[in-house]
């Protein structure tokens, strides 16, 4: 599929529930409570299986997953200030292999909108994400180091409009600096240098455009689905547009256990000219902290 095709796609994906959403028969609106609202969700999935004097065959496996996502919003009459994190690690291990890391992120944002009589409002936000331990690429006969905590590391600074019709659908586009660097040399190659220069660069500077989409609804009381659509451009070229969709099914099945599918497509051209998938299905413990 080419890129142009791609891209529409992903787009009307995330759009589609929106609007579909906003066609509903209208309800009266409640009275709006402002102040300080906080949310804390943490979860632990864990899988593993053993064999002995097994016909069938197999290998010794495990694999496990912590998680935390959380949210601290002050809403006010005239102004919005919304912050989000999330953290997740995790491991996994197959037969007599040393064990490698399958999750490993860190992302913190923060959004402070001012209200006007629209439903159209100006916005400015600034965002990290990096990891927490390294990670290696096992492809050769030895184990590569190609990445560690903020090596690299992404950061955004944006200002622009967002459009929030209902508490489900988000959808901001403004300008926006970006920024990816590292603090050791040895991955300067791999992220931020330029290997038209002679100077090694650790910090890679880039303006251009942002669009960040997200949707969440309740299917049913104990299924929700939430998906989100960040892209940015440094308008240099189509196909040059750094894209992240992440996607997530979450059905409680009792009060502390959830079964989650998530799906996630990245495309970054700076680090590969194909797009990455990425896919977890896991059943654990989930518990609202706040």
């Not at 999330?86 to 490993?104: C, F, H, M, N, P």
């Not at 998938?277 to 059943?283: E, F, N, R």
Request: glycine share 6%; aromatic share 14%; proline share 2%.
């Amino acid at each position: 599929m080419r890129m142009r095709e791609y891209l529409c796609f992903l787009l009307v994906s995330v759009l589609v529930p929106g609007v579909s959403a906003f066609s509903q028969d209208e309800k009266k609106e409640e009275e709006p409570k402002y102040g300080w609202s906080k949310q804390v969700v943490g979860n632990l999935n864990f899988t593993q299986s053993s064999f002995d004097n097994w016909s069938q065959g197999g290998e010794n496996s495990w694999a496990w997953q912590l998680g935390f996502n959380g949210r601290v919003e002050n809403d006010q009459v005239k102004t919005n200030w919304r912050n989000i994190g999330k953290v997740e690690y995790g491991q996994s291990k197959i037969g007599d292999a040393e064990s490698r890391k399958s999750a490993d992120e860190i992302f913190l944002e923060s959004v402070l909108s001012y209200k006007m009589k629209f439903h159209v409002n100006p916005y400015i936000a600034v965002n990290g994400r990096t990891q927490i331990a390294s990670g290696y690429d096992y492809t050769g006969a030895e184990k590569l180091e190609i990445s560690r905590f903020l090596n690299p590391g992404y950061f955004m600074e944006s200002v622009g409009f967002e459009y929030r019709r209902a508490e489900t659908f988000r959808s901001r586009l403004g300008f926006a600096l970006k920024q990816t660097l590292v603090t050791e040399e040895q991955f300067a190659p791999l992220y931020t240098d330029e290997s038209d220069t002679e100077t090694l660069e650790k910090i890679r500077n880039e303006a251009g455009l942002e669009s960040v989409s997200a949707y969440n609804r309740k299917i049913t009381p104990t299924i929700v689905f939430a998906t989100s659509l960040e892209l940015f451009s440094n308008l240099k070229a189509f196909n040059e547009i750094d894209t992240r969709w992440d996607n997530l099914i979450s059905a409680e099945v009792a009060k502390y256990v959830a079964v989650s599918f998530a799906f996630q497509i990245f495309y970054d051209r700076d680090l590969s000219i194909k797009r990455q998938l990425k896919q977890v299905l896991s059943v654990g413990l989930t518990y609202n902290f706040l």
